[in-house]
């Protein structure tokens, strides 16, 4: 029995990765070049290329539970719909899917996703997490180091960002256990936090000023496509943003079913060479 991990190298993936070898499961990580770091086996799997859908299961005839980890597109559903066809007709029991907090079952992007697998005669988990802690120390840390600032159309919006380490924690017993717990936990990280609480944060652990920048949804939209992101895309992170601010991540904390115990001022002191200038 094998464990398939898609968007295997990713942040989501990568302590998940760490827990599924430390409990001895076979697991295999899936990305575009098949590369991954040691001792974790790879395999070549793009969400893009249909030819890529059999190889996992070419190179292992046993996998029969798979994470899924969308690409970065917004019209997901197709290749998401296809690879999980191949999958079930390749005899895969359970999908554990990397789903977002606001995001209920039928919704846009994995929601979509969530609604398909409800319509299979397969065991899911759709894992919906509020946003994650290392957003600051990958996507946004080019921003914070060279202006100094996190920028956001959040607004005064609280987020309960959280740990990737606790959100594999529920994905691992997802993955693992005779009988799933939850089938579409909302996790949360300990607390409830705006940006400019988080710049502050940032701010006293790394000893230099960091501002939070409040910026419109047009502002916000060019710096995201600038930054490379498709433009359909770059249009859901700003709505996204403009739900935090009008209070959707504090109600979606209200209900949560999973409260993470990693905090981020932790995480802040634990990765501040991320954030060092040189002087
Ligand atoms: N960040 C947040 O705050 C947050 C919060 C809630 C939900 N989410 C959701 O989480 C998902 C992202 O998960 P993540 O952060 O764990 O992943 P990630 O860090 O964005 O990593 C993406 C992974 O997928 C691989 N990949 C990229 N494009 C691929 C393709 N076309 N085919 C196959 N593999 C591909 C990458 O490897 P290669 O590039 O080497 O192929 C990498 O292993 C998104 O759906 C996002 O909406 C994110």
Redesign the pocket.
């Known amino acids: 029995m094998t464990i398939l991990l ?8 990568t302590p998940l990765a760490t827990l599924l070898l430390e409990a001895k499961q076979s697991v295999v990580l ?4 098949g590369r991954v770091p040691e001792p974790f086996e790879g395999v070549r ?4 290329d249909p030819s890529t859908y059999t190889i996992p299961f070419d190179s292992h005839g046993d996998i029969d539970r798979i994470y899924l ?4 597109i917004l019209d997901m559903f197709p290749p998401m719909k296809a690879f999980i066809d191949v999958a079930v007709q390749k005899g895969v029991k359970r999908f554990v899917l ?4 606001v995001l209920e079952m039928g919704g846009p ?2 929601g979509q996703v969530h609604q398909y697998l409800n319509t299979l005669n397969v065991e899911y988990c759709a894992l919906r ?4 802690f ?2 600051f120390t ?1 996507e946004y840390a080019d921003r914070i180091n060279s202006h100094n600032d996190i920028f956001s159309g959040a607004e005064d919006g609280q987020v309960g960002y959280v740990s ?1 380490e606790d959100i594999a924690e529920v994905a691992f017993k997802a993955l693992v256990d005779d009988v799933i717990e939850h089938n579409n936990p909302v996790i949360v990280g300990p607390e409830l936090l705006s940006y400019d609480k988080i710049a502050e944060m940032l701010t006293k652990v790394l000893g230099r000023k960091i501002t939070h920048t409040r910026l419109t949804g047009d502002k916000l939209k060019q710096l995201f496509f600038a930054q490379g992101m498709p433009e359909d895309y770059a249009d859901m992170m700003v709505t996204l943003d403009s739900w935090v601010a009008g209070g959707a991540e504090q109600q979606l904390y209200q209900r949560s079913d999973v409260v993470g115990k990693r905090t981020l001022h932790a995480f802040f002191e634990a990765n501040t060479e991320v954030w060092r200038i040189e002087d």
Do not use: Y
Request: neutral net charge; glycine residues 14%; aromatic residues 12%.
């Open positions: 898609t968007g295997g190298t990713g942040k989501s993936a899936a990305n575009r070049s799997f793009d969400w893009l980890v969308a690409p970065g990397m789903s977002a907090g992007a994995m997490p509020s946003w994650f290392e957003n990958l990737t």
